[in-house]
Every structure is written in C-alpha cells, then in structure tokens.
C-alpha cells in the first residue's frame, strides 16, 4: 500500500516528500463509503469512482461518476461531492473538511480540492494515466499554489484498484 504526504510535518514548511503517513481506521471507514459511492456509478454504468466530503465527523457531501447520465463532462465524484458539501455547509470554503475518493483526483478535480481549500485528501488507488497528486503530475501541493493539504493515498486501494480494472475489463470483453 503506498502512502503520498504532501505536507512536511513541520507546520508551513509546504510539500515534502513521499513519506508514509499512518492510516487511522477512520481513514477506512470514510473510504468504505466512498466505495459504496463508486458502486452506484457501477450500476448506472458509469466509471465507478466514488467521493465523500467529511466535516467534523459527517457526510456532508457524497458524490459518484455523473459523466455520460447527467452529460457532463465536469461530473466527476470529487466534483459533485464538493459541490453538494459546498450546498449543505452554505459555504464554498470546506477548509475544515477531509475529502475522500476511490482514485487519485485528477487535474480538474485537484484544483477544486485546492479553490475549496480543503484540509486534507484520501484517496485509493493511484491513477498512472491522469492522477495529479503525483502520478502523472503534481497539481495538489504546487509550490506555487496558494494552498496546500495533507494527502494521504493508498487507502484500500486494492479493492478500488480492482473496481476500476473490472470495470474496464468488461467493457473490453463486451468490445466497447
């Protein structure tokens, strides 16, 4: 299981290194949902990615892959969690919130976490192809960003890694 910091554990010091960071049982707990989240994608055959946005120990904002249902191509879980935990919070800010997702966020979704200054990211899986934390570049953290978070990836990224590669694997099979 890999493990991403994005902080140096030295406050306002900014990015550091790859050092693992413990994973609390909550941190897998959290992600459970996100995974029951990315399985209501599955369903409505979508990508099955899933997020939920935590605040002081509550589902604020819960989001799966909405792409080809809402035709949409910013309907990404990460997105429609923020947007729905921006809603319930009436504020666009969620600095004390946690957000956890199925996969590594990409571009897009990087650069909401960082506009809605949340305090910290969960991911699962890495994603080689489009992950911007720091699979395939590093958006989350950019020394030149006004805002930086923790970032905690590897989370029960086998059981999200195996959903995703399923997924695929089938829609090979049916020749889509």
């Not at 990409?106 to 506009?115: F, I, Q, R």
């Amino acid at each position: 299981m890999s493990r991403y910091n994005g902080l140096d554990s030295r406050a306002g010091q900014g990015p550091m290194s790859n050092d693992p960071q413990p994973v609390a049982a909550s941190d897998e707990f959290w992600m459970e949902e996100a995974l029951r989240a990315a399985q209501r994608a599955l369903e409505a055959g979508e990508v099955p990615v899933g997020a939920v946005v935590v605040c002081a120990g509550e589902i604020v904002g819960r989001g799966w892959n909405r792409n080809l249902t809402d035709s949409d191509p910013s309907a990404h879980a990460e997105i429609i969690a923020l947007r729905q935990a921006g809603a319930n919070l009436g504020n666009h800010r969620l600095g004390d919130c946690e957000l956890f997702a199925t996969i590594e966020p990409c571009p897009m979704c990087a650069g909401a976490l960082v506009h809605a200054r949340v305090k910290r990211l969960i991911y699962g899986a890495d994603d080689p192809k489009a992950g911007a934390v720091h699979s395939a570049m590093e958006v989350l953290n950019h020394p030149k960003l006004n805002h930086q978070m923790e970032v905690c990836g590897g989370v029960l990224a086998g059981r999200s890694g195996e959903l995703l590669q399923s997924f695929f694997r089938s829609r090979r099979t049916e020749g889509r």
